[in-house]
């Protein structure tokens, strides 16, 4: 079946370090990629999205490039801000005969001011 | 505004009592679907529903229940909820499927004793 697997966490830094979680896949066919954050007491917002191979999505200065040779989708931030603490979940779609949405186990980012 | 509300936001119950929690859209979304959260196991899909009166199984749905008679609703049923229920839900639509991004309820915190 599909999986997702991130890096461990959490992930601490200081800000306008440059970021970068990991993420990798294990799907069948096609996959639609996806990276959603969670504020604090709230619920997951999409950040990003790729369709296709070699697609990078992009969103408030995130960036993530769909990698079928590597079955990757890393989440890159140039400068992060203490406004970006948050949890952030890799997940993938296989929509088609069953519409399933898969994720990561999530990570935790805190940046420190 | 769009949005998916969830009923009730918090709930503390004891073991065997039947409890639904009630989830609405306004966005005339076709796909819905429920999702736990537990703390290093991320989000892990229940149930889904393509449409009316179509619903399927996630990847953890036992011990739950869903209906889908109106398209704006998709309630959660726990017909004799146990302490391994207790756990974050959120409630998710979209347009069509699990390929488009998904607008997700704030949560509604179970706690089974």
């Known amino acids: 079946g599909n999986s997702v697997t991130q890096m461990e966490g959490p992930v601490t830094l200081s800000e306008e370090a440059f970021l970068t979680i990991n993420c990798t896949y294990t799907?069948?066919?096609?996959?639609?990629l996806f990276w959603y954050v969670q504020y604090p007491g709230e619920g997951l917002q999409l950040l990003l999205k790729?369709?296709?191979?070699?697609d990078k999505g992009s969103n408030k200065g995130f960036e993530a490039t769909y990698r079928k040779e590597t079955t990757s989708f890393h989440l890159e931030k140039g400068s992060v801000q203490v406004s970006d603490s948050a949890v952030y979940f890799c997940?993938?779609?296989?929509?088609?005969?069953?519409?399933?949405?898969?994720f990561g186990k999530g990570i935790t980012l805190s940046v420190r001011p | 505004e769009a949005q998916v509300t969830q009923n009730p936001r918090y709930l503390i119950t004891v073991t065997g009592k039947k409890l639904t929690v009630t989830c609405s859209q306004n966005m005339n979304h076709e796909y819905m679907s429920w999702y736990r959260q537990d703390p290093g196991l991320g989000l892990r899909q229940i149930y889904y529903?393509?449409?009316?009166?179509?619903?399927d199984k996630g990847d953890v749905p036992e011990g739950y229940k869903v209906s889908r008679k109106e398209k704006r609703n998709f309630p959660l049923i726990l017909e004799s909820p146990s302490p391994n229920q207790t756990s974050l839900y959120f409630c998710a639509s979209s347009y069509r499927d699990s390929n488009q991004p998904q607008h997700f309820g704030d949560g509604t915190r179970l706690s089974i004793l």
């Open positions: 997940a993938l779609s296989s929509a088609g005969a069953n519409s399933k949405l898969t």
């Open positions: 529903s393509m449409n009316v009166e179509v619903t």
């Open positions: 790729a369709t296709k191979a070699d």
């Open positions: 799907a069948t066919g096609y996959p639609s």
